[in-house]
């Protein structure tokens, strides 16, 4: 030991706290040169935590960094660039209004007498930009471009100031599976250049796929160092949530009942007026679950929005139990009995400064007990959520806490028990685990089936494929407003279903 | 700590304003203490100096609450002044308009109408939100104008007094809303709208869905509030007070509705609704505050000397440290600041 070469980062011992949380707790780590590390862990692990002391954003409270077997003693990220460490953090920190190349050499200006030289900042991004295979034009407007783009520019403007440390903090978490696989090419490509790459996720199968090595984090410790040779999915999984996890979900064939959500050649347009529907024939019945699967952008949107009366409907229909439901309220739809868990639980799904009571009640805090007359009945209120809380496990099992306190999975899990809880014949859940870690994600498809099989009708879209086909009983794939394919799930050929999602045809 | 901190912001405005006063006052050549001295003598040192602070601070409750209220569904209501000067309109013509009535039925019905005036000018521009998407701002403040234009026509022609000034004919003793010894009564009607609005606002469902509405709207349209519904209502209600303001002040203070009698009034509300941070039971101290400088302000000049307009630059000079906490913020606590400035971001130099 030290008498090799020393590793290009080395963190030891680090221990930091935030008031009563031990967000990192003696925590090792050794990145290597050329080498992509990626850092696992579930939400509140410490990853974050741990890679904001690498650049200099936090200080630890016990514990050194080592760069080349220097001790760094780092105060805020401009020190950490001259160090040649980069990060690409989980909220992009671009000016929108300016151009890629603008926003690239933003704090690093090439001059010319004196005044930006805008021209050779273009040419230095758009070889920067061709060597590592990021296909970004450097002149294009920063708010214009996809989020996958920007993170693009993001990771450009570390490439520019030549680091050779490159920390993404869940850089896949607001990628389509096609971003996804691009951006791991290009952290393939970096790592040949001698880049070490360190890489937080909680999806095992990008781990899998492109790590060199892997750190696993739980509860602010590190409780596991492997390789990708020496593991598989379900190991890592149970390492990260400290006990055997299913990954594959355990489920019996449906038994379906009567037909319970007939959708026959709905017409939607979208917000711009153009059409997003052409015509959908789609049926569930009482006892099964529907996946759609899909490139987000195919109208799946506009199908939750139209069943759940969010969106007016152009023409055809959508009978709910026999009772035609198209043109009706939200609210009536709601209560005729149509769940829903919309794709974006902060956005749609919650109201962050309201407490976690009175968000479990936000779609029947007008029904008894929970008022009376107009007036509302908080002891009622307090009693369901408790009851919900316990039952779905929301931690902390506070119902008192604004939910914007609450971590991803378990916002997530406050909106599952408050639509599962009112008694729904159908469930329209839009993407119901996206972003949250693995325990929430097992748990949550376990309550899709449970209710499935107390006879629930549920129509789960997911941009996810691995969940559409592990969870749902039929597959239909949408694609261009239409549906393309509808099969029983049985026996599907993933490759197949993954060529009709890209290109409306199997072939 | 936690329970302070909400109260600290406005009251460390309130201190910096009043230091930064002292200091004009100083290099102005008057003597701070002194002018200080004599604010708190106009209004706080007898009964009726006292009196006169209540009855300067009722108005300015019902603007308050009037922009708080409209704030809490996420609406900027800065049409206070339009629907205040309307209300005022509508209780004169029930106050002169009947004669003979008992007080116990003339006075509140002049009230009554006034504020419901006052309701139906908020709820048009709640209308065009909701039915037009037409932002609340612009057309509040249009909406400004053209309830002084009406007002000012309905006193010089239909409601016009006899003589040559443009006003209406003075109310009836029976719509008058007395004063109680020294004590404004139109006072105990503000402090009851406060508890009414809070009590609104928390306990009840058309509250939550206000409340809902404002923090984010469409999750509240998910799971199926009538966000335009929302929309309307809150407008109404918070022209509902400020036409109360309105009326009160015509009934309680004028005595009549005379053009110009109220200017401003409807403004202040967004100064203490800021001061209040929009809670309507804070919008009752933060009136007081204001309505205190408001009514020592004159004797500031008489015993000190000072023009009365200084007491205008300290309200602004609260707004202005309210408005942008960061300034109090860094005065509460540097270390704040430095997080701040951590997420700024890396490069920029
Ligand atoms: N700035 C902070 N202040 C207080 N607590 C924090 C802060 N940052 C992180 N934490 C807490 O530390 C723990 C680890 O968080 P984090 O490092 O963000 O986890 P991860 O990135 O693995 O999801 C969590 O319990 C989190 O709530
Ligand atoms: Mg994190």
């Known amino acids: 030991m030290g008498v090799a070469e020393s590793p290009a980062l080395e963190v030891q011992g680090v221990t930091k706290r935030f008031g009563d949380v031990l967000a990192n707790e003696d925590v090792g780590l050794r990145v290597e040169r050329g080498r992509i590390h990626a850092l696992l862990g579930e939400n509140g692990a410490g990853k974050s935590t741990l890679v904001n002391i690498i650049f200099g954003l936090y200080q630890a409270d016990t514990g050194e960094v080592r760069r080349n077997g220097e001790v760094l003693n780092l105060n805020g990220p401009r020190d950490a660039i001259a160090h040649q460490i980069g990060m690409v953090h989980q909220h992009f920190q671009l000016v929108p209004v300016l151009s890629v190349a603008e926003n690239v050499v933003l704090g690093d200006e090439p001059t010319r007498h004196g005044v930006v030289d805008l021209d050779r900042a273009a040419a230095v991004v758009r070889e920067l930009s061709e060597r590592f295979g990021l296909d970004i034009d450097p002149k294009s407007i920063v708010e214009d471009l996809p989020i996958g783009i920007q993170q693009r520019v993001e990771i450009l403007r570390a490439l520019y100031r030549e680091v050779d440390i490159l920390i993404l903090d869940e850089p896949t978490a607001v990628l389509t599976p096609q971003e996804t696989n691009h951006l791991l090419n290009v952290l393939r490509g970096l790592a040949d250049t001698g880049v070490a790459v360190v890489f937080i996720t909680h999806k095992l199968r990008e781990v899998m796929a492109v790590a060199d090595e892997i750190t696993v984090m739980r509860r602010g410790r590190v409780v596991g160092h492997t390789v990708p040779a020496d593991t598989d999915e379900s190991d890592l999984a149970s390492m990260m949530v400290g006990r055997p996890v299913e990954l594959r979900l355990k489920r019996t064939p449906a038994s379906p009942g009567d037909e319970m959500l007939t959708i026959a050649d709905l017409v939607v347009d979208d917000d711009r007026q153009t059409r997003a529907l052409n015509g959908i024939n789609l049926d569930i019945r009482a006892g099964e679950v529907v996946g759609v699967a899909g490139v987000e952008g195919n109208g799946q949107r506009e199908l939750v929005e139209a069943v759940t009366g969010l969106r007016g409907v152009v023409s055809g229909s959508i009978i709910l139990d026999g009772e035609e439901i198209t043109g009706r309220s939200p609210r009536q739809i709601s209560t005729m009995g149509v769940a829903h868990i919309p794709e974006d639980r902060e956005k749609f799904g919650l109201i962050g400064a309201h407490t976690v009571a009175d968000n479990m009640v936000l779609n029947r805090y007008h029904h008894r007990p929970y008022s009376r007359h107009g007036i509302r009945r908080p002891a009622a209120v307090d009693d369901e959520a408790t009851r919900l809380v316990e039952e779905f496990d929301v931690r902390p099992p506070n119902i008192a806490a604004m939910v914007a306190t609450l971590s991803g999975g378990n916002k997530q899990k406050v909106v599952a028990a408050r639509e599962f809880s009112h008694d729904s014949k159908v469930m329209v859940a839009a993407q119901p685990t996206r972003g949250i870690d693995i325990g929430n994600i097992e748990f949550i498809h376990r309550r899709l089936i449970e209710y499935r099989d107390a006879g629930m009708a549920i129509l789960l879209v997911s941009a996810e494929l691995d969940e559409v086909l592990g969870v749902s009983d039929r597959v239909a794939v949408i694609y261009g407003g239409r549906i393309v394919s509808c099969e029983p799930a049985e026996g599907i050929d993933r490759d197949r279903v993954g060529r009709l999602m890209l290109s409306g045809a199997d072939g | ?349």
């Open chain 2, 1 to 349: 700590m936690k329970m302070l901190k909400p109260v600290a912001v406005p009251l460390i405005a309130v201190g910096l304003a009043l230091g930064i006063g002292a200091i004009i006052l100083a290099v102005s050549g008057a003597n701070p203490i002194e002018a200080y001295g004599a604010l708190i003598d106009g209004s706080l040192s007898s009964q009726k100096t006292v009196g006169r602070t209540l009855e300067k601070a009722t108005p300015l409750i019902m603007g308050g609450l009037a922009v708080a209220f409209a704030f809490r569904a996420g609406l900027f209501n800065i049409g206070g002044q339009g629907q205040l000067v309307v209300g005022g309109i509508f209780s004169a013509a029930v106050g002169f308009g009947f004669e003979g009535l008992p007080w116990i039925i003339h006075a509140p019905m002049a009230l009554a109408i006034g504020a419901l005036a006052g309701a139906a000018w908020g709820s048009i521009a709640g209308i065009l939100k909701a039915t037009r998407g037409a932002h609340e701002v612009i057309t509040t403040i249009m909406l400004n104008f053209v309830a002084l234009n009406l007002t000012d026509w309905l006193a010089s022609n239909p409601w016009k007094d006899e003589g040559i000034l443009s006003r209406t004919p003075a109310v009836e003793e029976s719509a008058l809303i007395p004063l109680w010894g020294s004590f404004p009564t139109g006072f105990l009607v503000a402090v009851a709208a406060s508890i009414g609005c809070w009590y609104l606002l928390e306990r009840t469902n058309l509250g939550f869905e206000i409340r809902s509405v404002g923090l984010n709207g469409d999750a509240a349209r998910y799971v199926g509030i009538s966000v335009q519904r929302i929309v309307i209502a809150t407008m109404a209600i918070s022209g509902l007070l400020a036409g109360a303001g309105g009326a009160i002040e015509t009934q309680g203070v004028i005595g009549r509705y005379e053009p110009g009698f109220n200017a401003g009034l409807g403004f202040n509300g967004i100064t203490i609704a800021l001061l209040a941070r929009n809670h309507p039971l804070g919008v009752i101290p933060a009136a007081l505050l204001i309505g205190a400088m408001e009514a020592g302000g004159s004797m500031m000049q008489f015993n000190a000397d000072v023009a009365p307009e200084i007491t205008d630059i300290i309200e602004a000079l609260m707004l202005l440290f309210v408005a942008t906490p960061i300034v109090v913020r860094w005065f509460f606590s540097r270390q704040e600041v430095a997080e701040v400035s951590v997420t700024a971001g890396w490069g920029s130099s």
